[in-house]
Nanobody
Framework: QVQLVETGGGLVQPGGSLKLACVICGFRADHVDIGWFRQAPGKEREGIACDSSHEGRSYYVDAVKGRFAISRDNLRNTVYLQINRSESEDTAGYYC????????????????WGPGTQVTASS
């Protein structure tokens, strides 16, 4: 079965850095688009970053552009989300998601999701 598990969340001070990992099992991740999403308390889940293997580029929403970066370790079948210059507004549960047909530029949500990891940006 396909499993995605996010790790690396925790407490970070505003301005600090954190690196999240999305470990993927039962699915080859190197040739699919992979998205990162987050959901803050009382708010809807939003896509914040997406790495497109098909387009050879990454997408970021304005709120995280220049601060967040996606990278991949294909040998470990892992996708990372580097969070830099964190802000209190980054506090949320973070999720990675994908499926073979998912496209960053498409309008549909991925089918396969991880359970999430909590990031709290607070002093």
């Amino acid at each position: 079965q396909v499993q995605l598990v996010e790790t690396g969340g925790g407490l970070v001070q505003p301005g600090g850095s954190l690196k999240l990992a999305c470990v993927i099992c039962g699915f080859r991740a190197d040739h699919v688009d992979i998205g990162w999403f987050r959901q803050a308390p009382g708010k809807e889940r939003e896509g914040i970053a997406c790495d497109s293997s098909h387009e050879g580029r990454s997408y970021y929403v304005d709120a995280v552009k220049g601060r967040f970066a996606i990278s991949r370790d294909n040998l470990r079948n892992t996708v990372y989300l580097q969070i830099n210059r964190s802000e209190s507004e980054d506090t949320a549960g973070y999720y990675c998601a994908t499926d073979p047909n998912y496209r960053c530029s498409g309008g549909s949500n991925p089918r396969f999701w991880g359970p999430g990891t909590q990031v709290t940006a607070s002093s």
